[in-house]
């Protein structure tokens, strides 16, 4: 599978979602990319799935006719983007839909689209694709657990805790109880993706 990975068609994949990524969530791209970029500074045996990706990892779900139940992704970061790209060949006005519940949404999603959602907040799932069609998904996505890793300086929460001065801790669990904010600062609203947009063209 890894040797499939690294076929035109999926860097091309890869390389889109990035993108789109960048343009439209760019300040948690830029904390995302930067995360990895500390992980694989630490240990460089990690090899990232594709080179420059803000993403850690990656799956697929082969179908043949691949449907999902409504869920959250709970061990994504909770303000992190999960890139989904739909694959295969079905009918996308009889099935494959997006549905995100908590917006109350049922998303056209054909073959070979891509859409970002923060999967940790929202439940999703997807329409079944007819009798006889083909549906498959490809995920990119960065677990929780990663970013928590940078946080404790290359530690788990185990080690951290056991390591850790009173004042570390205190520090610890103040930005625990920030994260929140954080995260929602992380968000862009569309003037400034309009700007951004505007800076990157004109620089």
């Known amino acids: 599978m890894v040797l499939e990975l690294g076929t035109l068609a999926f860097l091309r994949i890869a390389g889109f979602a990035n993108s789109l ?10 904390y995302s990319l930067c995360n990895l970029d500390r992980i694989c500074s630490w240990n460089p045996l990690p090899t990232r799935v594709f080179r420059k990706t803000a993403w850690a990892a990656c799956s697929i779900n082969f179908g043949p006719r691949t449907a999902t139940y409504p ?5 994504n970061l909770c303000f992190g983007w999960c890139a989904i790209t739909a694959l295969g060949s079905f009918n996308p006005d009889l099935g494959g839909h997006l549905v995100l519940w908590d917006l109350g949404l049922a998303i056209r999603f054909p073959p070979g689209a891509t859409i ?62 920030q994260r929140w904010e954080t995260g929602l600062e992380m968000f862009t609203r569309w003037p400034e993706v309009q700007e951004e947009a505007k800076r990157v063209a004109e620089a």
């Open 21 to 30: 990524f960048m343009a439209y969530a760019f300040r948690t791209y830029q």
């Open 71 to 75: 869920h959250i992704d709970h061990a």
């Open 116 to 177: 970002l959602i923060p999967s940790a907040l929202l439940t999703h799932s997807n329409v079944p694709v007819c009798q006889g069609e083909e549906r498959y998904s490809f995920v990119q996505y960065s677990s929780a657990g990663l970013f928590q890793w940078v946080e404790n300086s290359s530690m788990s929460d185990l080690d951290f805790g056991s390591q850790a001065s009173v004042a570390e801790k205190k520090q610890c669990e103040y930005e625990c109880k």
